[in-house]
């Protein structure tokens, strides 16, 4: 754990004195986004990433296909 002494749920320490990461649900400097799961088929990627295509993740109901390039 961790404990920054602050309520600044944003930044390296969440608020649950827990280590920021990608996947928590807070976005964080560095992530696109952070939807909170583990589903690389919505329109964040496991990667804290927006999904575009090519990006190697079939986004269900939006791509037919995506092959990584």
Not at 2 to 28: E, I, K, P, S
Request: overall charge negative; some cysteine; hydrophobic content about 20%.
């Amino acid at each position: 754990g961790c404990d920054d002494g602050n309520r600044v749920d944003d930044d390296t320490c969440t608020n649950a004195c827990t280590r920021a990461r990608c996947g928590d649900g807070v976005l964080q400097s560095g992530e696109e986004c952070d939807d909170g799961n583990t589903d690389p088929s919505d329109t964040c990627t496991t990667a804290c990433r927006a999904a575009v295509c090519g990006d190697g993740f079939l986004q269900v109901g939006v791509e037919a296909c995506d092959d990584g390039n």
